[in-house]
């Protein structure tokens, strides 16, 4: 629901980022940023500037745009958005103000990115997604540490990233509530006279070929339901290491696509003639990715195929999973180097803070001209939520 009066009644709300890998902490902010609103314009950070503030990205420029307009929350995508969120941006895309979690965002200088719009008061903060980051994700790749094996997988949290900054690291695991899902899902039921169209997967780091997949399976009917394989299953056929995400966090990446109408959550691999008749599917999609037999044998499309519901789809896009992890394998050093300077500027940032506020007992002004000066006062707020109660503001 709008918080405010937008122009011509129609509240315009703007979010940007550099949305690389995008899961579905990226989508809960834009979800969240398009409740305070009607509508949704995001902004995408260019390569080069985010190479410039915080190393390179895994995803292209190109890449993390598709993948945005992908989400279902999103009206409009503004390519090579600034690093810096300006009043300026603001007034050109008629956005009422701007929307972003509550953790920090920095430039390689050390400045809040968002400072120009807090001064202005055009500024709304939601809650971050605890248990998930770009950081982390690339962290798991790097180590390829993931549980993947055994039937508590589901409930058991990947072992993750080890930062220093309390903004960095992901304490806490991920936990799906009936709740999350419902905010993720649109509740919408098929018409008896939709055409229902199945597919399944790992859907492990979705992926701009994921999204091209799913985009031209919903074009064979009206309604797509995806069936995500349990985390037990995907290790079994993807080996050592896989997936990366486990399958809750896999779960809600599908959901947010806009492609997507409804999930099966621990799908099984073979597609039983009981599974198309419960599900009332129409044609089951598979992508042209070579596939297993299963368990005991046997084709796991045998009965959509028998029955003549089975269609090959060439998605046009080789993306896959193991190609994202290669890209982060081949430029490990780079993007180790990444995280700890991303790290490092973060902690100066705690430091300063710390300088500058109550510590200890010792109270210290906060708002002097240091602050003021690098758009940092704003912080301090933040800070409370990631320092265990020893810093307090002034």
């Known amino acids: 629901m709008s918080e405010v009066n937008g122009r011509n009644g129609v509240v315009r709300v703007w979010?940007?980022?550099?949305?690389?890998?995008v899961h579905f902490g990226h989508a809960n902010n834009l979800r969240q940023a398009k409740a305070l609103g009607d509508y949704l314009v995001v902004g995408v950070h260019t390569d080069e500037e985010i190479t410039q503030h915080k190393g390179p990205p895994v995803f292209t420029s190109q890449e993390r745009y598709k993948m945005v307009r992908g989400i279902k929350w999103v009206d409009e995508v503004v390519e090579g958005a600034p690093y810096v969120t300006t009043?300026?941006?603001?007034?050109?895309?008629?956005?009422?103000?701007?929307?972003?979690?509550?953790?920090?965002?920095?430039?390689?200088?050390?400045?809040?990115?968002?400072?120009l719009v807090k001064t202005a008061d055009r500024y709304k903060e939601v809650k971050r997604t605890a248990g998930v980051s770009t950081t982390d994700l690339v962290g798991r790749m790097l180590t390829m540490t993931s549980q993947s094996i055994g039937d508590s997988d589901v409930t058991s949290p990947r072992?993750?990233?080890?930062?220093?900054?309390?903004?960095?690291?992901?304490?806490?695991?991920?936990?799906?509530?009936?709740?999350?899902?419902?905010?993720?899902?649109?509740?919408?039921?098929?018409?008896?006279?939709?055409?229902?169209?199945?597919?399944?997967?790992?859907?492990?780091?979705?992926?701009?070929?994921?999204?091209?997949?799913?985009?031209?399976?919903r074009q064979?009917?009206?309604?797509?339901?995806?069936?995500?394989?349990?985390?037990?299953?995907?290790?079994?056929?993807?080996?050592?290491?896989?997936?990366?995400?486990?399958?809750?966090?896999r779960v809600l990446s599908v959901l947010a696509c806009k492609y997507v109408d409804e999930v099966v959550i621990g799908a099984p691999y073979t597609v039983t003639g009981d599974?198309?008749?419960?599900?009332?599917v129409?044609?089951?999609?598979?992508?042209?990715?070579?596939?297993?037999?299963?368990?005991?044998?046997?084709?796991?499309?045998l009965e959509p195929k028998k029955q003549g519901r089975f269609k090959l789809v060439d998605s046009g896009n080789s993306t896959t999973t193991e190609k994202i992890v290669d890209r982060i394998v081949f430029h490990r050093l780079e993007f180790e180097r990444r995280n700890h300077e991303k790290e490092n500027k973060?902690?100066?940032l705690i430091e300063l803070l710390q300088?500058?506020?109550?510590?200890?007992?010792?109270?210290?002004?906060?708002?002097?001209?240091?602050?003021?000066?690098?758009?940092?006062?704003?912080?301090?707020?933040?800070?409370l939520k990631h320092s265990n109660g020893s810093l307090r503001t002034s």
């Open 15 to 21: 979010c940007d980022g550099c949305y690389d890998m």
């Open 87 to 115: 009043l300026e941006t603001l007034d050109a895309y008629e956005c009422d103000f701007c929307v972003h979690g509550d953790d920090i965002t920095l430039t390689a200088d050390g400045i809040d990115t968002y400072h």
């Open 159 to 217: 072992p993750q990233y080890k930062s220093r900054s309390p903004y960095t690291t992901c304490s806490s695991q991920f936990l799906l509530t009936t709740q999350k899902i419902l905010e993720f899902s649109e509740g919408r039921q098929p018409k008896p006279t939709d055409r229902i169209v199945y597919v399944d997967g790992a859907f492990d780091l979705f992926h701009p070929g994921h999204l091209d997949f799913l985009e031209r399976a």
């Open 220 to 249: 064979h009917g009206d309604f797509l339901i995806v069936g995500v394989h349990p985390d037990h299953v995907v290790s079994w056929y993807k080996g050592y290491g896989y997936p990366i995400m486990n399958l809750h966090e």
């Open 275 to 280: 599974m198309l008749s419960q599900l009332r």
């Open 282 to 301: 129409h044609t089951v999609c598979r992508g042209l990715a070579p596939v297993l037999p299963d368990q005991d044998g046997r084709d796991p499309y």
């Open 346 to 348: 973060e902690l100066k």
């Open 355 to 383: 300088s500058e506020t109550t510590y200890n007992g010792n109270t210290v002004d906060s708002n002097n001209s240091h602050m003021k000066n690098n758009g940092n006062a704003a912080l301090c707020r933040n800070l």
